[in-house]
Every structure is written in structure tokens, then in C-alpha cells.
């Protein structure tokens, strides 16, 4: 049973988790979460519903589905992943199921933007190095330990070198991703900057 749906806050420094592998050149938004889900209120049912078509074609047998990827909170994939549509959704639905990182060969920025928003760091590393975890995550369980700051997962006494982007990685570290925490953490700025207003009535507005 997963645990209970947590999203990240604030500095984000290391990342701990088993990896799964989902394989695949060019994987889309609308299969990570297809179209007929966009109209939900919120994103809090997605988790159950990504791949939700991909899932069906394959049975039981997709990745997300599998008894020994359960508990896997570090996504490993192949090249161009995210591409297709903006919908903030395919993100979301992956953070819902379990997904805390995503390493793979590439990704499209506007997935990669979308997922930096909301606290997933996508890293890269070249397509042989994909192709080794993947084959290994498939016969064996792997544990990595992820050093944002050094850009290193960590595998008993294995160190892999990720690539990250420098700015999202100052992001992550500052907790400057979370616009919400920033937001309620320079509250005192806030009301300051709104006293400064001529056209506002101060009597009426305050902020909670």
C-alpha cells in the first residue's frame, strides 16, 4: 500500500528511492494522462489514473502496475519524455502515484518546467547509462540516494552522475521552486508593499 499522498515543501536536497523502469522513446502527455481527465476539479484523483489507457492495453503487465514497483518513487525513461501537450496534469498525476524524481535522456521543457514547478527534478544522463538501469531495475532492486547539491545518486557503492540543470538545481536547494511557500514565508514584504499602494483601502484589506 502507498503511503499517504505528501507534497514536497520547501528545500528540496536529497531524494531517496527504489527506481522503476518505464521504456520508450517520445512517451506524451496524453499517455501519461489522457485528455478525458483534464476536466477534474483538482488533481488529487490523478495518481490513480495515470497511464490509464496505457495500463489497460497491457493487462496488468505495465510498469505501474507491476506488484515490485509498488513502492518506487524514482522514475528512469528514455528520450523526449513529456512530449505533446502543456497539461500541467501529467506531472501531477506522476507526484500523485509515488513519483518524487525522473531521470532520463531527455525531456520537453515545457514537461521539465512543469515538473520543476511542483517539486520533481528531472535529470539526464546518456542513453547507455539509461539502458543499464533499466535492464538492472527490471531484474534486481535499486536504491538510489540522490544528492541534489552534487548531482549524484548514490547505489550501495556505486556514484552516478546525473545532469541537472544549474538553475532549477539552485531552485531545488533554495526552495525558490515552492512559489507558494516563498509567497506565505515573505508575507510581512507582501503587506508592506501593498501599504505602499495609494489606491488601496488600507482599513479594508488583510491579509490571512
Excluded at 507534497?7 to 531524494?15: D, F, S, T
Excluded at 497539461?87 to 521543457?109: C, D, N, T, Y
Aim: net charge negative; proline share 3%; aromatic share 8%.
Amino acid at each position: 500500500m502507498k503511503e499517504e499522498f505528501q507534497a514536497p515543501q520547501g528545500k528540496i536536497l536529497k531524494i531517496n528511492g527504489i527506481c522503476m523502469s518505464l521504456e520508450g522513446d517520445d512517451i506524451d502527455t496524453d499517455r501519461i494522462i489522457p485528455a478525458r481527465f483534464l476536466k477534474c476539479v483538482d488533481f488529487e484523483s490523478l495518481g490513480d489514473a495515470v497511464f490509464e489507457d496505457d495500463r489497460k492495453d497491457f493487462k496488468g503487465k505495465h510498469p505501474f502496475d507491476l506488484k515490485t514497483n509498488q513502492s518506487a518513487s524514482i522514475l528512469i525513461v528514455n528520450s523526449n519524455f513529456g512530449c505533446g501537450s502543456s497539461r500541467e496534469h501529467a506531472p501531477q498525476a506522476l507526484m500523485r502515484w509515488g513519483i518524487r524524481a525522473i531521470i532520463g535522456e531527455s525531456f520537453a521543457e515545457i514537461f521539465y518546467s512543469n515538473c520543476l514547478a511542483i517539486g520533481i527534478p528531472c535529470f539526464t544522463l546518456p542513453k547507455k547509462k539509461i539502458k543499464s538501469l533499466q535492464d538492472r531495475s527490471r531484474e534486481e532492486t535499486l536504491f538510489f540516494e540522490i544528492d541534489i547539491k552534487n548531482i549524484i545518486a548514490f547505489e550501495k557503492s556505486i556514484a552516478h552522475h546525473l545532469e541537472l540543470k544549474e538553475s532549477s538545481k539552485n531552485m531545488f536547494l533554495s526552495g525558490e521552486w515552492d512559489a507558494t511557500s516563498t509567497l506565505l514565508n515573505n508575507i510581512e514584504l507582501i503587506e508592506r508593499k501593498i501599504n505602499e499602494l495609494p489606491y488601496i483601502n488600507l482599513n479594508k484589506l488583510r491579509i490571512t
